[in-house]
Nanobody
Framework: QVQLVESGGGLVQPGGSLRLSCAASGFTFSSYDMGWYRQAPGKEREFVAISKIGGSTTYADSVKGRFTISRDNGKNTVYLQMNSVKPEDTAVYYC????????WGKGTLVTVSS
């Protein structure tokens, strides 16, 4: 049974930092690209970052230089380090795993507000 469980969301002040985690199980983690999407209230889901099995990473322009994605294949976990957060980063953040099929987590809410 495939599971992607996000954690680490919460309330953070503008300019602050937060680290999201996504624990995976039920599939061969190291054989999947792992990434994050987000969905802000009233908006469509948008790409945030991806960590590919070859080691490369890609970021949305809106988070480049502020967010860092990393993965630990030994722990079957992917992380999203969020620094210098802005109110517009407020969203539900979803972890996903991509190969010939895509798996999604249920999301974790990040609220950036003073």
């Amino acid at each position: 049974q495939v599971q992607l469980v996000e954690s680490g969301g919460g309330l953070v002040q503008p300019g602050g930092s937060l680290r999201l985690s996504c624990a995976a199980s039920g599939f061969t983690f190291s054989s999947y690209d792992m990434g994050w999407y987000r969905q802000a209230p009233g908006k469509e889901r948008e790409f945030v970052a991806i960590s590919k099995i070859g080691g490369s990473t890609t970021y949305a322009d809106s988070v480049k230089g502020r967010f860092t994605i990393s993965r630990d294949n030994g722990k079957n976990t992917v992380y999203l380090q969020m620094n210098s957060v802005k109110p517009e980063d407020t969203a539900v953040y979803y972890c996903y795993a991509r190969s010939v099929i895509v798996y999604w987590g249920k999301g974790t809410l990040v609220t950036v507000s003073s």
